[in-house]
């Protein structure tokens, strides 16, 4: 008995030691999560998040996760913005600081990572992150921080609710429009592909809940009917089966399913359902979330060796910016890939940013917010170099940047408006964009 005492005293004042020790030491401690273009420790300042003279800039986008095929080149194009900035002179006259956190698709994971980003990295503006849960859950530390939180693919249409009650203070900006006109653009899309009986398969979070919301309301409008109104089909993507989900969705015979999911759950539903036989003759009907040649090759193939999601087809914001041909051009030149999702969407929320802080002269969340909206609206002259725009406001310029996104006019929410790419998977597991829509 005394023995086993002794030894649990022991652990005990070994780990408050090795706790002290991590926390003393914890501003000069590397970390594998964090990438800096500079060295430099991070200063302390009072008042607001950031430093004045110096732009210390953090993402938070989900390299591993639910997300993270989607997530990974969304970071690609902010360090390519990084290094456009810095090999242009930096802002402020001095690099760029950057700070890369990894938010694993998960919003406890978010708040713990924009909490370092706050507290240790000293950050003035944050480009993430993708996932709506994730950024509700880092906006409770950015916020009260005064820190400018710009996703480049937080979706739902909660932010602009809570934007309008005054809940972000400015600080809140995005992108991508939100999911009321992309939720709008997919019940035309359904609609005109002659659909009438609709079900609604959502992931149980913000985008999901949000989307499905405005997707009925949308489809109802034009004259449709969701069958499983009364009683929708919401899925947790924590769980490790999803037959109830799938029969739920696809068990009443609807012409559609508009399926909003996350890759590797909702891979995992739609599998369910082509199992228990209820996908055939049912348009699969999906939406950015799952835009990703990995979604199809995760569900599958039918037994006669054909893609189980083939001829699904989908919207995603699209691009339409004045630059969006010359960004694609050395975006492949820079990483060898092509655009993916809301990869020009996070390059234009991080060089907003960049011009947004030489123009207030001010690279403090408040001097970023200051200028955010000025920068990114007319009137001024119309720019879409990022290199160009900060020379431009440096000189005391009025500017207007148009974005490879596209124009990126924000509005008195943060929001943007946009137009929609109408995609299908190929019978080989290709993605073709094959129109486009507006809401």
């Known amino acids: 008995m005394t023995k086993r005492f002794f030894s649990t005293l022991c652990l005990a004042l070994l780990a408050t030691v090795t706790t002290i020790w ?26 607001s998040g950031g430093v004045k003279d110096s732009l210390r800039l953090g993402a938070l986008l989900p390299i591993t996760g639910d997300l993270s095929s989607i997530g990974a080149p969304m970071i690609k194009s902010i360090d390519f913005l990084v290094d456009t900035v810095n090999n242009c002179g930096g802002v402020l006259g001095k690099p760029i600081t950057y700070i890369k956190e990894d938010d694993r698709t998960d919003p406890p994971a978010g708040a713990e990572a924009m909490t370092k980003l706050v507290k240790v990295d000293n950050v003035g503006a944050v480009v993430g992150s993708f996932a709506s849960s994730v950024s509700t859950a880092s906006l409770a530390i950015s916020v009260p921080n005064k820190v400018v939180q710009i996703s480049p693919g937080s979706t739902s249409p909660v932010f602009t609710e809570r934007a309008k009650k005054g809940e972000f203070k400015g600080y809140w900006y995005r992108t991508a429009p939100p999911d009321t ?4 653009a997919l019940a ?34 034009l004259g449709g009917t969701i069958v499983n109104k009364n009683k929708p089909t919401r899925y947790d993507p924590k769980a490790t089966t999803f037959e109830a989900e799938a029969k739920g969705a696809f068990g009443s015979k609807p012409d559609a399913v508009a399926a909003i999911l996350y890759p590797d759950s909702g891979g995992a539903v739609i599998k369910a359902a082509f199992e228990q036989g209820l996908t055939k003759d049912v348009q699969i009907l999906l939406t950015d ?43 492949k030149e820079k990483t060898g890939q092509e655009l993916g999702a809301f990869v020009p969407h996070s390059y234009d929320a991080a060089a907003l940013v960049a011009i947004a802080a030489e123009a207030a002269k001010d690279a403090t969340g408040d001097g970023i917010k200051s200028k ?35 124009n990126v006019d924000l509005d008195e929410y943060g929001d943007v408006k946009g137009s929609y790419d109408v995609w299908e998977v190929q019978p080989d597991g290709k993605i073709k964009v094959t129109d486009r829509v507006s809401p």
């Open 22 to 47: 991590i926390v003393a030491c914890q501003p000069n401690a590397p970390t594998t999560s964090t990438s800096s273009t500079s060295s430099s420790q991070a200063p302390t300042t009072t008042g």
């Open 181 to 184: 006109y992309q939720a709008l």
């Open 188 to 221: 035309n899309l359904a609609y005109k592909k002659g659909a009438r009986k609709v079900a609604t398969l959502v992931i149980n979070n913000d985008y999901g809940v949000g989307f499905e919301k405005s997707f009925v309301e949308a489809f109802e409008k």
């Open 289 to 331: 979330g799952v835009k990703t040649e990995d979604f199809p090759k995760l569900i599958g193939n039918t037994p006669d060796g054909k893609l189980i999601l083939a001829g699904a087809i989908g919207t995603v914001p699209g691009a339409d910016g004045k630059s969006l041909e010359a960004f694609t051009k050395a975006f």
């Open 372 to 406: 955010l909206r000025e920068v990114a609206n007319a009137p001024g002259q119309e720019v879409s170099d990022v290199c160009e725009a900060i020379k431009l406001v440096k000189a005391g310029k009025d500017i207007d940047y148009q974005g490879a996104s596209g």
